[in-house]
């Protein structure tokens, strides 16, 4: 068997070097760039209220859409739903506090799959 070649990029490297190219074609576009800055502003926002939210629940958690008006977090389960409601005003607290513009926080459960 041959050696592999050098121009050949690592395993897993194209898929990366795919996502590049397609964020790099949206970024081009007005209402796609848009898109993506809502999409990074929801990352953001979630980032940053790690702190507040219950240690059982941080790796359950996903930034959800994010608008004028309100942001969205994600999770799987029902229980998990619940638990964060009662910490909507802390995470909104968080959010404001670390710079981000008030808004109103939903949560809802994240579709299978």
Do not use: F, Y
């Amino acid at each position: 068997m041959a050696p592999p070649s050098s121009r050949t990029p690592p395993r897993g490297a194209t898929g990366l070097l795919a996502q590049q190219a397609v964020g790099a074609a949206l970024a081009r576009h007005d209402t796609l760039a848009g898109l993506l800055q809502r999409v990074a502003d929801s990352r953001a926002r979630l980032a940053a209220v790690q702190a507040v939210l219950p240690p059982g629940l941080r790796g359950a958690v996903e930034a959800g859409p994010l608008d004028e008006t309100e942001w969205i977090l994600l999770v799987k389960q029902a229980g998990a739903a619940a638990k964060l409601r009662q910490c909507v005003p802390q995470i909104e607290a968080a959010c404001v506090a670390a710079g981000h513009a008030p808004r109103k926080l939903r949560v809802k459960l994240s579709m299978p799959g």
